[in-house]
């Protein structure tokens, strides 16, 4: 239970939890703030987006206290640790894994910022979501001899066929990867050139900051994330070139470079939050890194549907006894839908009850949330039902903190999370 809350509708919830809190940690399970107390950015900055969900929302007393905090508080905004840059933070509106995305998750007071990891073929890691996505977050496919290294370059639509390529970071080296620019994610299937094919983002992103973000290596991403005085997380993605690569690049090998890096960075371990989709993964860093995966976090992604989900949940046990500690599932696993409201999944139950420290991913990542239903949209599929409008995001914030104890969680733009955080001091710094 938690025990910090003191104030308004949290003190609802706090009473019940007072007896059990004496002996816990205020913090109760929020990474604790960065020890390096040099921070270069000192201003947090969260323009108006919350302010825009605030007013969106239904009349409740979370509304009120919410607009309270958000119109008369004086204080300025700080970082939290709640708050997770996801692919750099600024990802809504500025491309991922990108420098200018992680200044902005920085300066919206995400206090932990995302790199996902993949291997170049020289192998060096670099930030990126997959290993195989630079045709459509990259300008790969425009410089014609980086192209022409794809394990499929740009073929232009014709003939009613649509325009392809499959560009991967083990195709070129790192030094090839640096001359990347980063473009928001999407590609324009009607392309007849290479121009046209890439920086093709929805309606609800924008193009606009998007004309040469710098890509970042792991070791880039350290350096920035550490004059910035903040938190890391690396997520290993899972390789989509057969293993071992190059004959002899392992899938261990490569589990143990990202902790190497992290080493050779100077990070030490309570700084990082590991993280795999990979079981295996876990297990390895759990029997060889003890230290790194005291954090390591389990991206949960065995309950895709309905019918799967119950066993998701029987998993959890098994995941206890190995000695996980951190569990990311997606949204839709923590939460249900009864009656048109929001309420806690028997997923969430069970891994609150085994005392899992629960990261979820990811808010601001969905468009409208006025358009979940029709979508069918994969972050809200299990309680879509309890999704009207841009304004719910905090009723849904607020169960995740309030009854199912999350202790971070994943956003495309950070102020989102950040200002939930200064109205409920989670986890400032
Ligand atoms: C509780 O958290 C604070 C802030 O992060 C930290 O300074 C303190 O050492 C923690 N106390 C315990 C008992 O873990
Ligand atoms: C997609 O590609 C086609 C063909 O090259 C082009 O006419 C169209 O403007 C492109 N769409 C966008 C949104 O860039
Ligand atoms: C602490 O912050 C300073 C300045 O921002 C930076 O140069 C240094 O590398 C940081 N140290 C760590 C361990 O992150
Ligand atoms: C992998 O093989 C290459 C030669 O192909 C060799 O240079 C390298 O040392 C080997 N690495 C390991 C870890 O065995
Ligand atoms: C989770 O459960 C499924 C189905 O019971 C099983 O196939 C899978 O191996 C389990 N995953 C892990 C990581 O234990």
Redo the contacts with the bound molecule.
Sequence with gaps: MRCSLATGLAALVATTAAASCSSTNSTNGVPAPPKNTSRKIKRVDLGPRPGYLVDDMDESPLKTELQQCLDTSTKPWKASTWSIGHRGGGTLNIPEHSVQSNMAGARMGAGILECDTAFTSDLELVCRHSQCDLHYTTNIVAIPELNAKCITPFT??AGGKPATANCCTADITLAEFKTLCATMEGF?A????PE??IN?PPSWRTDLYSHCGKVLSVQDHIKLTKELGLLHTAELKTPEVPMPFNGNYTQEIYAQQLVDEYRKGGVPPEDLYLQSFLYDDMLFWLKNEPEYAAQAVFLDSYGETEEELPNAVANLTNYKADGVKYLSPPLPYLISAENGKMVMSEYAIKAKELGFKIIPWTVDRSGSLYDVKENNNYYFMYFKDAVNKDGDVFTMLDLMWKEIGIVAIFSDWSATLTFYANCFKIGLF
């Excluded at 009607?190 to 050139?193: G, P």
Aim: aromatic letters at 10%.
């Design positions: 232009p639509a324009n009607s392309a007849v050139t046209d094919f093709n």
